[in-house]
């Protein structure tokens, strides 16, 4: 899987694969990571991106050309390319979407606004899909774009060394996954479920999904409101 984010600000998108999973992930070649800074393709003297806004109002906004030839030399070297932007009118990106992406394409292009957004010919032109990660406003859509990456990455065959990980993980089913414990089997007077320890795994299973279901009540009982499908505790 081949990951280009189009961004001013490529440092701060860099050091996120330094580390941990997807370093390990590169190393091995399952990922790859490349680069495009709009600023590299300004026809202004300055390098310019951006302009006061049409039509008036605060703050800057992302002008077309350095995007628009940025993006059509990117389609040209490679039309599989699948060009997502970060808005806040976009569809709420879900691990659905996560696993639809890691299965269906091959190299996936992050679009980062930054300033008060990208000119929307922009967006019209060139976006496959629109997402947003929540109701809020950030400084750029470089960490949404990091977000969505991190979540598509791990839907990538051989990614995590172990595949049930995923199988287990919350809202790959309507719940919440289950509470997770590690050794010791008591800490600061605070136990373990003793049903954990005993090796009965059609009953830790079990227990699993009770208390996968009570968070869920807890914490977000809307996705008990979909359909009810069998989950991996049952199996």
Do not use: C, W
Request: proline share 5%; hydrophobic share 40%; no cysteine.
């Amino acid at each position: 899987m081949k990951f280009t984010f189009v961004s001013l600000f490529q440092n701060i998108i860099e050091g996120y694969f330094q580390d941990s999973i997807l370093k390990r992930s590169l190393d091995k070649g399952l990922l790859s990571v490349a680069f495009i800074n709009p600023r590299d393709y300004s026809n202004s003297k300055h390098n310019k991106v951006d302009d006061t806004a049409a039509g008036g109002g605060a703050g800057m906004v992302m002008n077309p050309q350095p995007l628009f030839d940025a993006l059509s030399v990117l389609q040209k070297s490679d039309e599989e390319a699948h060009i997502i932007f970060t808005a806040p009118v976009g569809k709420p990106f879900t691990q659905n979407d996560a696993k639809r992406l890691a299965d269906q394409k091959k190299h996936i292009v992050f679009v980062s606004g930054r300033y008060e957004g990208i000119d929307e010919r922009v967006i019209e032109s060139y976006a496959d899909e629109i997402f947003s990660i929540g109701d809020y406003i950030l400084t750029g859509g470089e960490l949404p774009s990091l977000v969505m990456m991190d979540a598509i990455s791990r839907n990538v065959k051989e990614v995590l060394g172990n595949s049930e990980s995923l199988e287990v993980e919350s809202f790959e089913v309507p719940l919440l996954e289950a509470p997770s414990f590690s050794k010791p089997a008591v800490y600061e007077g605070n136990a373990v479920p003793s049903e954990y320890l005993k090796g009965n795994h059609s009953k830790i299973r079990a227990l699993k999904l009770a208390l996968s279901e009570t968070k869920t009540k807890f914490f977000r009982p809307e996705l008990l409101k979909k359909q009810k499908i069998r989950t991996f505790y049952e199996k």
